[in-house]
């Protein structure tokens, strides 16, 4: 089936009630999506509000600390993974069903793609600061020198820039332009056929690498840093426990070992919060990572193939898991950073202001 076949069946499929291949028919297709919709929008800002404060607090904070480099680099990749996936939401509205566009295929290129290497950008990062903090609980002399603010803001560009040009195909390979539909009378505003072996080739290159290269090496990476850290605190929160009594008299004696104490659980505090941001990450990705799968396997599953709608709603629904995983660093910060919350409460309370005035 040529490429171009399969957009033109897309746009009759679109305007019209009648099934179409694929198992599910239009109107049972647009009512799924318009249920996870209305669900991604509510997430979605959430989503925004939260990163838009993360990004405020960490700012405040300051980036004396590598740490809060990466985390307002995770809070900009996510505010923007937020928006585009709103746009494609919002882009599946009834209102947009009597404009001179097809929604879906419309959304697809304009916020679909962006929103796909935003969150690869945000797996990266995510993938960044587990690898940093396992390397700083076994590696600690040497690792905390090695991973200062200033390389950790290059590693942050680094992996922005590794991301974002190659995406520049993606308008190659779906370009935006009006499509006629005789039948009824109309033109609409949506993706064009192709015939160019070129950028047919460079599309599947960056979709492997997109879609498979990225997110199952963040995967990997994220979920064996977790499980390592994990094993850590057990560890250690083993070892406390048994030398409970000895640490207290220790401490009563010795100054310095109160101050050890502190840092324990200071760094102890700063693994857990990493594990559950690495959690709340593997979690979303796992129905992310079999859609990759599929896709790779049926090449029909995909926009213009026979399986258009199924692909559109899982879709859809990914990008809900997509939301979430954008969406909980606020609530994961504020729970488990002492200082996250001191500032956000400072914060929200206008205290500043106040004192100003």
């Not at 607090?57 to 480099?69: D, Q």
């Not at 962006?114 to 396992?134: D, K, M, N, Q």
């Amino acid at each position: 089936m040529s490429v171009s076949m399969n957009v033109g069946q897309a746009h009759v499929s679109v305007g019209t009630e009648a099934g179409t291949p694929g198992l599910l028919s239009v109107k049972m297709t647009q009512s799924f999506i318009l249920a996870i919709a209305s669900l991604g929008l509510t997430l979605a800002l959430f989503g925004a509000a939260g990163n838009i404060v993360n990004i405020i607090i960490y700012g405040r904070l300051g980036f004396a600390e590598s740490t809060h480099v990466s985390l307002a680099a995770l809070a900009c990749s996510d505010l923007a993974g937020v928006i585009t996936a709103a746009c494609v939401e919002i882009f599946e509205l009834p209102i947009f069903h009597n404009v001179p566009i097809i929604p879906g295929l419309f959304a697809f290129t304009v916020s679909s793609w962006p929103h796909v290497v935003f969150t690869r950008v945000s797996g990266c990062i995510t993938a960044f600061i587990s690898l940093e903090r396992y390397l700083c609980v076994f590696l600690p002399l040497k690792i905390r020198s090695t991973f200062t603010p200033k390389r950790t803001l290059i590693a942050m560009v680094t992996i922005f820039m590794a991301v974002f040009p190659p995406m520049v195909v993606v308008y190659f390979r779906y370009p935006l332009g009006m499509w006629p539909i005789p039948e009824q009378n109309r033109s609409v505003l949506t993706i064009l056929p192709i015939n160019d072996t070129v950028v047919e080739t460079s599309f599947r290159v960056f979709q492997v690498y997109a879609s498979a290269v990225l997110p199952i090496t963040s995967f990997v990476i994220v979920t064996s840093c977790t499980v390592l850290l994990t094993i850590s605190l057990n560890k250690s929160k083993q070892w406390r426990d048994a030398n409970r009594t000895v640490a207290i008299k220790q401490d009563r004696k010795d100054k310095s070992g109160t101050a050890k104490s502190a840092e324990a659980s200071k760094e102890a505090k700063a693994i857990k919060m990493v594990v559950a941001i690495a959690t709340v990450f593997i979690i979303s990705a796992i129905p992310s990572c079999i859609h990759i799968i599929i896709v790779i396997l049926f090449p029909e599953f995909d926009i213009n193939g026979r399986y258009a709608n199924i692909f559109s709603v899982t879709g859809h629904a990914f990008f809900v898991f997509d939301l979430l995983n954008c969406s909980a660093n606020i609530v994961i910060y504020y729970r488990m950073s002492t200082k996250f919350r001191q500032a956000t409460l400072e914060l929200l309370s206008f205290k500043r202001w106040v004192k100003t005035g």
